[in-house]
């Protein structure tokens, strides 16, 4: 085992040079890149730059809810944890009386599993607009009230300065 040996940091990029001058000409550095659009490889696999849920058929998932784009989410996801709840139920059943066939009923259990998860994961962008919704709001709110706080601060201050303009007149006449 090597005793006292230490090793420094190595040096930064060469490229930092390019921006020494920053803080006096934010000019002098160079753009950054452009936004990557379509597809693009990372760490040996290829990701895309779209949004796009992809189906339950194209991750090889059978879907056990109705296709199409007029889903109630609320009754297929309650549906489905019913169902989750009867399969852990067989499952239990299954692991007491029969140990040796519990793995159908697991991958029935992980399908459910799958099927909650696309589920939601389609609400994703609801969620989204909704949240964003709540957020401007309650700012909506925020600033009503600073501006009524303004004003009420502005009116007090004005008739301060009335009774005190009232008794600098008084204690000058």
């Known amino acids: 085992m090597a005793t006292g040996t230490s090793s420094s940091y190595p040096p930064p990029p060469p ?6 001058d920053y803080l006096e000409d934010p000019e002098s550095a160079p753009e950054p890149p452009p936004p990557v659009q379509g597809t693009y490889p990372l760490f040996g696999s290829t990701y895309t730059t779209d949004v796009v849920l992809p189906s ?4 090889g998932v059978r879907q056990l809810y109705p296709k199409g784009p007029s889903i109630d989410f609320k009754r297929e996801l309650t549906s489905l944890n019913r169902e989750l709840q009867l399969h852990i139920l067989e499952l239990a059943d299954v692991l007491v009386e029969r140990p040796s066939q519990y793995a159908r009923r697991v991958e029935d259990i992980s399908l459910i599993f799958k099927n909650l998860h696309h589920l939601l994961n389609s609400l994703r962008p609801h969620q989204a607009r909704a949240t964003l919704i709540h957020i401007l709001e309650r700012q909506i709110q925020q ?4 501006i009524e706080d303004i004003k009420r601060r502005r009116e007090e201050a004005q008739k301060l ?13």
């Not at 339950?56 to 991750?59: A, F």
């Open 56 to 59: 339950l058929e194209d991750q």
């Open 143 to 146: 600033r009503k009230q600073a």
């Open 15 to 20: 490229y930092y040079r390019l921006y020494k």
């Open 161 to 173: 300065l009335k009774e005190s303009l009232q008794n600098l007149d008084g204690h000058l006449a």
